[in-house]
């Protein structure tokens, strides 16, 4: 009888080593123990207010780097560049009887400095909430069609190799602006391996710039580590 009560004491002791280790491993899973706190990722955006007027989503890619206050707490800087899309009608409405624009390039880039609350952190299945302000800025390019000279060029292997002229794109106008904006947004993290996790964020940004300020969802996807 006492040996059937040991091996159960040991049994229920095996268990409990096991499941207090799979619990610790659960609450550490998604690495918010670690000081600093990194995310990677890249998803698409959405121009959103008088922006979809003017501009069409396209991709957009996400790097943050921070620190754990607490489990629950984060504080990070983001940068975060955007690439936007034109319509042909916008630039038909741009167009004069003596320039004419054949393509527009669009992006948008901002440094942010967030904060992030968790909610379970112990969780596989983080949910978070973001928020926290910038600088913004955007940059315009409109080019024409064209041929362009391309100079002489020294190669270590074959000497000089001569320029000419090829189809390429001349610049016809280009603008920046620059300024304050905002962010709030909120995210899942799914832990995987290792203290990294999964996540995906949605955010709303509003830009304050000359002109028409820009606002937009953008929808990442990533690695946080």
Same mark, same amino acid.
């Given at each position: 009888m006492r040996k059937i009560l040991r091996?159960?004491?040991?049994?229920?002791?095996?268990?409990? *080593? =096991?499941? *207090? $280790?799979?619990?610790?491993?659960? @609450?550490?899973?998604?690495?918010?123990?670690?000081?600093? $706190?990194?995310? *990677?990722?890249?998803?698409?955006?959405? /121009?959103?207010g008088d922006a979809s007027n003017f501009l069409k989503g396209s991709g957009s890619i996400f790097f943050a780097a921070g620190k754990n206050l607490t489990p629950k707490t984060a504080v990070q800087i983001e %940068?975060?560049?955007?690439?936007?899309?034109? @319509?042909? !009608?916008?630039?038909? &409405?741009?167009?004069?009887?003596?320039?004419?624009?054949?393509?527009?390039?669009?992006?948008?880039?901002?440094?942010?400095? +967030?904060?992030? #609350? &968790? =909610?379970? /952190? !112990?969780?596989? =299945?983080?949910?978070?909430?973001?928020?926290?302000?910038? #600088? %913004?800025k &955007? +940059?315009?390019?409109? $080019?024409?069609?064209?041929?362009? #000279?391309?100079?002489?060029?020294?190669? /270590?292997?074959?000497?000089?190799i001569d320029g000419g002229w090829s189809p390429g794109e001349a610049i016809s106008g280009q603008r920046s602006d620059s300024g304050a904006g905002f962010n709030v947004g909120l995210g899942l993290d799914l832990s995987i391996d290792s203290g990294a996790s999964l996540f995906v964020d949605a955010r709303y940004h509003r830009a304050y710039l000359d002109g028409v300020d820009v606002q937009m969802i953008p929808i990442m996807f990533g690695v946080r580590w």
């Open positions: 091996v159960r004491a040991c049994s229920v002791a095996v268990f409990s *080593l =096991i499941a *207090l $280790t799979w619990a610790a491993g659960a @609450s550490w899973a998604g690495g918010y123990y670690h000081k600093g $706190t990194f995310m *990677l990722g890249g998803g698409f955006n959405n /121009p959103v %940068y975060q560049h955007n690439w936007f899309d034109v @319509s042909q !009608e916008v630039l038909d &409405r741009a167009a004069t009887d003596s320039t004419s624009f054949d393509n527009a390039h669009v992006s948008m880039w901002s440094i942010c400095l +967030n904060g992030i #609350y &968790r =909610i379970h /952190p !112990e969780k596989d =299945i983080v949910p978070w909430f973001t928020g926290g302000i910038g #600088y %913004y &955007r +940059n315009i390019m409109l $080019t024409q069609n064209a041929l362009i #000279y391309y100079p002489p060029i020294w190669d /270590p292997w074959w000497g000089w």
